[in-house]
């Protein structure tokens, strides 16, 4: 954890921004040429002149409202209310994003649509629902001061771990229902395919707009209804694999991948591009898949098969939801990549 993560960070449980840090384990670690500039020679636990940065290993967070004690371990803020619901573990905890890979970034550009990377910079960030990082990385990449914050204690680890050369991301295990965080206070809260997973989805899409400053925006993308057979064949799947075994999934998950390799990822590599195949294969399923490691595309569908979803969206929903909550220049954009997902952007008054 840095130091200046402390003026950002809130009690859940009292919302008490009254926080005394305990250390027992800090760590020296340098300072990556351009990480800060001059003017930032006075940030908590940064030492220009040295070039090193003081981080913590091992301590506490002590709220002064209630009495509560949140953990600091493995350098990580651990501010879940007792009896609040961990995440689910991921396939992904050992998946390494590459930053020179483009495909890393050419994903999350199309997820933050219309959302351009100098929209990113110098702007405070929330990255709700971080998963293992892959959105972290970019959008600290661009400019942005970025807190990753999930519920899971393997995205957090693995998000820490893909994101320990960025001086700009800090990792906070916490719950979206009640996020750890000041409230006015950011500029941009994303939350990409998250929502969509959630019992109370318009809960957690409420509270992170309270995050936002105002002028701040709120983007979101989201699962559209399935039809026909991509319905069918998913519920089918996900009704077969609730209960299985991590290793009997994991199994499954490689001959679904092999499958994809076979029948959809290798026609549409090589047809992709040619005039009359190019439409017939860009509707193989999950094609896009094909720029992603075998390794990435077992994990992605472990995960899918794993973690049931919960709720599909329309883009009137989601126009609805931001209207009613008197959000500005809403812009609500259907995605089609195989199946129907939806992008949304809006601006707090």
């Known amino acids: 954890m ?7 960070l809130a009690c859940p449980t009292c919302r008490s921004a009254d926080l005394d840090l305990e250390t027992v384990r800090t760590e020296t670690r340098p300072i990556l040429p351009g990480a800060y500039g001059p003017d930032e020679q006075d940030l908590p636990g940064v030492d220009l002149a ?10 506490a967070l002590h709220c002064k409202g209630c009495g509560a004690v949140w953990p600091i371990r493995d350098g990580i803020p651990r501010m879940l209310k007792p009896g609040a619901e961990q995440g689910p573990a991921t396939a992904h905890s050992l998946t390494h994003i590459d930053p020179l890979e483009p495909a890393w970034e050419e994903n999350f550009r199309d997820l933050a649509d219309p959302l351009q990377p100098e929209d990113l910079l110098g702007k405070l ?14 959008a600290a990449r661009f400019g942005a001061e970025v807190i990753a914050l999930d519920s899971s204690e393997d995205a957090v680890a693995s998000t820490a771990r893909n994101c ?6 800090h990792v906070v295990q916490g719950d979206l229902y009640d996020p750890p965080l000041h409230d006015d206070a950011f500029d941009l809260v994303y939350c990409f395919g998250v929502l969509h997973h959630l019992d109370r989805p318009h809960d957690v899409y409420v509270r992170l707009g309270q995050l936002l400053r ?3 925006h709120l983007a979101l993308w989201v ?27 994991e199994r499954l998950s490689t001959w679904i991948a092999r499958g994809l390799r076979l029948f959809s990822h ?12 190019g439409p017939v294969v860009s509707h193989l399923p999950v094609h896009d898949h094909h720029q992603w490691p075998f390794d990435v595309v077992v994990a992605d569908i472990y995960d899918r098969l794993r973690i049931p979803v919960r709720h599909w969206f329309t883009g009137e929903e989601l126009e609805r939801w931001l209207l ?9 954009t259907r995605r089609v990549r195989n199946t129907e997902t939806f992008r949304a952007l809006a601006q707090r008054r």
Not at 224 to 248: I, K, V, Y
């Open 2 to 8: 840095k130091y200046r993560l402390l003026q950002w």
């Open 125 to 138: 960030v929330v990255d709700a629902g971080c998963g293992f990082g892959r959105h972290t990385l970019h």
């Open 223 to 249: 699962y559209g209804p399935r039809q026909g057979l991509t319905r069918h064949a998913s519920n089918a799947l996900r009704g077969l694999t609730t209960n299985m075994e991590p290793a009997e999934l």
């Open 214 to 216: 105002a002028g701040g």
């Open 164 to 169: 320990a050369d960025s001086h700009r991301v």
């Open 266 to 277: 290798t026609p549409y590599r090589v047809l992709g591009k040619v005039p009359v195949a």
């Open 324 to 332: 009613d909550d008197g959000y500005a220049d809403i812009r609500v």
């Open 50 to 59: 040295r070039g090193e940065e003081q981080v913590i290993l091992e301590g």
